[in-house]
């Protein structure tokens, strides 16, 4: 049975200035309001369907070894960046519906305003929630050098494993800017999975330096997530239609201009929707 990963970012408050959270241009067509983002995990229990972190992919769910085919399905539900909001907002409610979920955090932002800190994420890894590396500085790793990917799998790594005391297995791209040779070289940093951010379910048996994820927008209607969620073909095929027309306007109009007018136009939109950017 297809296994789809979401991806989510950011979460609103209610109460929007009430947790600190800085609003960039190219994080807010991620940023779910709270109701919003519960709805969706409410609809999840309701369909029985049940939540998994990502290494369980390898080390199956009571680490005994790689999960199997089941008849039931099944959702990984993963949160990059490590907002303040996975804490405060995200981490509760996963516990009340009991859910898990895999975080990529990123190591140098860890403690900062707008960011989980250390202590809250010792927390989280103790309630059975998966802490793992987005890197050290969040670049975009597919316009690097190897020797900066290296350094950024490795020290992210390295930091978490000694701070949280365990393993960390997972890495989840940037930016979602990845290349195929970079998969190798986070095998041989020590990781056994990576997440890029390719639109699209995963099949039996999983690619599992180069797994798909769906990106969970705040302009999507419930049918829209509902039916990611169920794999039905043509929503997934518009997802992928959709971020290959993302894709080939960074191709045609270069990544360092299309990267600007993108910032441009969002923050126009962000100034429409919910006043000046904080």
Known sequence: MPLPILIYHQIADRDRHKNGSTIVPEDWPYRLDQDVFEAQMQWIVEQQMRTMVIEELTLGP??????????????????????????TIVYPML??????????????RIGQRGYVSWEQLHEMAANRMSIQSHSCSHPHLAHGSLRQARDELRRSK???EQTLGSRVTAFAAPGGSWR??????????????????????NED??????????????????SRVHSLLMGRPS??????????????????????????????????AISRADGPLR
């Open 62 to 87: 009571s680490g005994d070894g790689p999960i199997t085919a089941r008849p039931s399905r099944r959702v990984c539900l993963t949160f990059d960046d490590g907002s303040v909001s996975h804490y």
């Open 95 to 108: 516990l009340s519906y009991g859910h898990r979920a895999t975080f990529f955090v990123i190591t140098d």
């Open 158 to 160: 390295e930091r978490l």
């Open 180 to 201: 195929p040779d970079l998969s190798a070289l986070a095998e041989d940093c020590g990781y056994q999975i990576v997440c890029t951010s390719e639109q699209g379910l």
């Open 205 to 222: 048996p999983f690619d599992r330096l180069a797994l798909k994820r769906l990106s969970i927008r705040r302009t999507y209607s419930p």
């Open 235 to 268: 929503v997934v095929l518009r997802q992928q239609l959709e971020a290959f027309c993302f894709e080939s306007a960074k191709i045609v109009l270069g990544w360092d201009r299309y990267k600007r007018i993108r910032q441009q136009l969002l923050a126009r």
